[in-house]
């Protein structure tokens, strides 16, 4: 990704100082390591605007000391700050949380779909409440590993949309294809509200289809049971001989 020098870009300042103390720099060193002034990262970190310039020197000093960043994730974008939770969310399942806690706000606050009937309806909000229901739905399901999510993204003021289709896959059977809507609040470079929306009638089917299905297999399980052991019942019959008949 290519700045403009001169042009003043807003930036992730909590994802600044994060970088910066991952790698075990105060913020004068990192001045002296990027060649500005302390008075600059102090600025950057407390206001959220750079130069193209400072973005890209301070990203060149935090890689020289093993930071793992670019130049994109220093910047405030609420498709950006989007893309990286479902690029995070794609890879990492319900362990997502673990992988961007510098994108939610401290206030962030969770909504699932569906009712209290639903399997995967989580009453929870918060942090805690979208754990929840990550072990819930990954508890259920895994993904069809050969069909990415592919997100499409709407923008709006303070928010974001990101529309896609999830395969699943539960005990061997595979579900069609599932459409899900995940909208973001983004305020200050951060995700402070996430709501899901999905197929809920065609999850509760690809459930039910499922259960039906293990539940004739359990059934199957006994009579098979029942049957081998007439059997040998019978095998232990037949062979007595009864005197005079």
């Not at 206030?107 to 072990?135: I, M, Y």
């Not at 895994?142 to 999510?149: A, C, E, Q």
Request: aromatic letters at 8%; proline letters at 3%; a neutral charge.
């Amino acid at each position: 990704m290519t700045l403009l020098d001169h042009t003043s870009y807003r930036i992730r300042a909590n994802r600044l100082r994060t970088l910066r103390a991952e790698v075990g720099l105060s913020q004068t060193a990192l001045a002296a390591v990027a060649g500005y002034s302390s008075r600059l990262i102090r600025k950057a970190e407390s206001v959220g605007r750079l130069s193209g310039a400072a973005i890209e020197d301070i990203v060149q000093a935090l890689r020289e000391r093993g930071a793992d960043v670019q130049t994109g994730d220093l910047l405030f974008d609420e498709l950006l700050t989007c893309k990286r939770f479902m690029e995070s969310f794609e890879k990492h399942a319900a362990a997502v949380l673990h992988h961007c806690t510098e994108l939610l706000a401290d206030n962030f606050t969770f909504r699932s779909a569906g009712n209290f009937c639903h399997p995967l309806f989580v009453a929870e909000t918060g942090k805690e409440g979208f754990q929840v229901w990550l072990d819930r739905f990954f508890g259920l399901f895994t993904r069809d590993p050969g069909h990415p999510l592919s997100p499409r993204y709407l923008v709006a003021d303070h928010g974001v949309t990101a529309r896609f289709d999830e395969i699943l896959i539960r005990c061997g059977q595979t579900s069609p294809r599932i459409w899900v809507n995940f909208h973001f609040e983004i305020r200050g470079g951060l995700i402070h509200r996430l709501e899901n929306q999905y197929d809920t009638q065609a999850m509760i089917d690809f459930l039910n289809d499922d259960f039906l299905k293990d539940s004739a297999t359990q059934l199957r399980q006994p009579l098979r049971h029942i049957v081998h052991e007439s059997i040998i019942r019978v095998d232990q019959i037949l062979p007595v001989r009864i005197d005079g008949a």
